[in-house]
């Protein structure tokens, strides 16, 4: 949009297809990027300061309220936060349980994002149900995809969206085998739909960018494991620590323009979690199904281009059906479900992988098991810095395209990371101002 | 109109932000004055599931929470079956399809129940912790009764 003063400046009133709300502010001069702020207003830490003085048991329940798309991320890292803090290990078929309901978090909103938010930026639709119109086989995939994944989530969760049988420890009740292998047929079929959505990504259009990310993801001691329930935090610039070192490894800043604190890996600079990280950092670790489907997808050797994490979220969700079936096969049901603990007064740290990246909650109790204090570090927080430099890079190469084309791409962007803004903190505005 | 098939209240809302749990008052209300045959779903998470929540019903009677710039409490009644809802209703969502986009995209998949009606109540405040306000609850209450009688 021109105005009187020689200033060009392009609004969206909402950038659509995030989860929360926002804003994107991008400013030029000639074709020269002068700055780029992501902006989130909506204060998210209310949640810390209203576990304080609650029972450490509620800290799964209330922080799962922080999202209704990844609630299972927060009841597991809350929950092996207080088992940190209680001294107790939660294993065998308990872990078998939580990685489980874990993936069916994965599938339901991954496919969530890669069908409904996200492929309709590569496919030219202004949103899913525009692309539902001409693409219904590709949005009726993912539509069984999440409901299978909130199926799974319901069966090992008590319900789909925050689930009600988690509990530090583990479960109030363990699922019965049966009522899993009622979803072998469904896991199956699915798990053929997920392969071939892995070729359909693959052969989407990519804008260029690659970027020399610092990548950040857990990486579980059980060699075969991908990331996803639990590990040491890594990174490709030698990062190897447990949950507890966080705090050393990483720290929060405030920033004037936003609500969520940036993150940046202490001494050095901001990092990339998520599905890239997770990908590059341990695609060895992945079902044979999924590396292969993953070779085939030209990604095999790795991938250093944002736009196509949709490819990786499609191997992802791939992956997730996989495990998921071994998960099930390996299952018994366990005499007890759930480890027992008493009340002590300490500190505890836990971590996993939303399917948007490092979940990190940092708790103190006290001795009657009363929250003293809370520390929540969502994957989007983490990431904003990421976002902006990808988003100042991206700008920079391409000022010269046209406006319109130009708050596509940016949103795009944005969208390549699934930001949930209403975890790290609401309405995505974008302006683009050229001076 | 009745006619056969499953018979839906559908109360959308999170708990733990203030007036945003108003569809979720409704449901609630909805349940302790039973409704012949009327099935009562409380729907706390992503609006898409909205599509698989009401497969195979012949009418449903959704609830949510809106913020229009209405008095809180204020009720909005809507016929999403005849055609999408007004933008001045379709947001704010926290969500990345929100209630009428997923309502869309039912319509475009040819997976809308056959009557579907949408009562939106003006809520006031949305905090983190926040209780929903006696406006939004007096609204609730009078929602629910009739959406029941719709549902008759």
């Not at chain 2, 995209?105 to 006031?124: D, S, T």
Request: aromatic share 6%; proline share 5%.
């Amino acid at each position: 949009m021109s105005e009187g003063n020689g200033t060009r400046r392009i609004e969206t009133p909402a950038l659509a297809r995030v989860e929360g709300e926002g804003a994107m502010h991008v400013r030029l001069r000639g074709e020269e990027v002068l700055g780029v702020e992501l902006r989130i207003y909506e204060p998210p830490r209310f949640f810390e300061a209203l576990l304080r003085g609650r029972a450490l048991t509620e800290a799964p329940d209330i922080t799962a309220r922080i999202c209704g798309i990844c609630p299972v991320a927060y009841q597991t890292s809350a929950c092996q936060a207080m088992e940190d803090a209680l001294g107790i290990e939660v294993e065998g078929q308990l872990r078998t349980l939580r990685r489980l309901l874990y993936c069916g978090e994965w599938i339901q909103s991954h496919a969530l994002h890669l069908y409904l938010l996200h492929a309709p930026d590569f496919l030219g639709f202004e949103s899913g149900f525009a692309m539902a119109a001409e693409h219904g086989e590709v949005v009726e995939r993912g539509l069984r995809a999440k409901k299978v994944g909130n199926r799974l989530i319901e069966a090992v969760g008590g319900r789909s969206v925050h689930p009600i049988n988690v509990r530090v420890g583990g479960f109030h009740r363990a699922p019965e085998r049966r009522a899993l292998e009622e979803l072998r047929e469904e896991l199956e079929r699915c798990r053929e739909e997920a392969l071939a959505t892995v070729r359909f990504t693959a052969g989407l259009e990519f804008p260029e960018l690659e970027r020399p990310y610092e990548l950040v993801c857990l990486r579980p001691e059980e060699a075969a494991d991908y990331p996803i329930d639990r590990g040491r935090i890594v990174s490709s610039a030698g990062i190897d620590v447990a949950a507890a070192e966080f705090g050393a490894t990483f720290e929060e800043q405030q920033v004037p323009h936003s609500t969520a604190l940036h993150a940046r890996v202490r001494g050095r600079g901001a990092y990339l979690t998520g599905p890239l990280a997770r990908f590059n950092l341990n695609r060895e670790r992945l079902s044979p199904l999924a590396r292969e489907a993953a070779e085939e997808a030209g990604i095999g050797a790795g991938c250093a281009n944002p736009f196509r994490s949709i490819v990786v979220r499609a191997v992802e969700i791939l992956y997730a059906f996989d495990e998921a079936l071994r998960l099930i096969d390996a299952y018994e049901r366990p005499k007890r479900p759930a480890v027992a603990w008493e009340p002590r007064a300490g500190v505890g740290h836990g971590v996993s992988e939303a399917p948007r990246g490092l979940l990190y909650h940092r708790y103190e109790i006290d001795d009657e098991g009363r929250i003293v204090s809370a520390w929540i570090v969502p994957p989007t927080s983490q990431n904003q810095r990421s976002i902006e430099e990808d988003l100042f890079e991206f700008v920079a190469a391409h000022a010269a395209l046209p406006d319109d084309e130009l708050r596509h791409r940016c949103e795009q962007t944005i969208r390549n990371y699934d930001p949930c803004i209403s975890c790290s903190t609401h309405f995505l505005r974008l302006e683009v101002e050229r001076g | 109109m009745n006619s056969g098939g499953r018979r839906l209240l559908i109360g959308l809302g999170n708990p733990l932000r203030g007036d945003d749990a108003a569809g979720l008052l409704v449901a609630r209300e909805a349940r302790r004055r039973g409704g012949d045959g009327v099935e009562v779903i409380e729907l706390e998470g992503e609006p898409v599931d909205l599509i698989e929540a009401w497969q195979g019903a012949a009418r449903a009677v959704l609830a949510d929470a809106v913020a229009s710039g209405a008095q809180a409490g204020a009720v909005h009644r809507l016929d999403a079956a005849a055609g999408p809802l007004p933008a001045t209703l379709a947001g704010p969502s926290t969500h990345a399809l929100g209630l009428a986009e997923a309502i869309e995209l039912g319509r475009a998949l040819g997976r809308l129940p056959g009557e579907l009606v949408v009562y939106g109540i003006e809520g006031e405040r949305f905090e983190t912790g926040a209780e929903p306000s006696l406006a939004v609850r007096a609204a609730a209450a009078e929602v629910a009764a009739a959406a029941l009688d719709e549902l008759r």
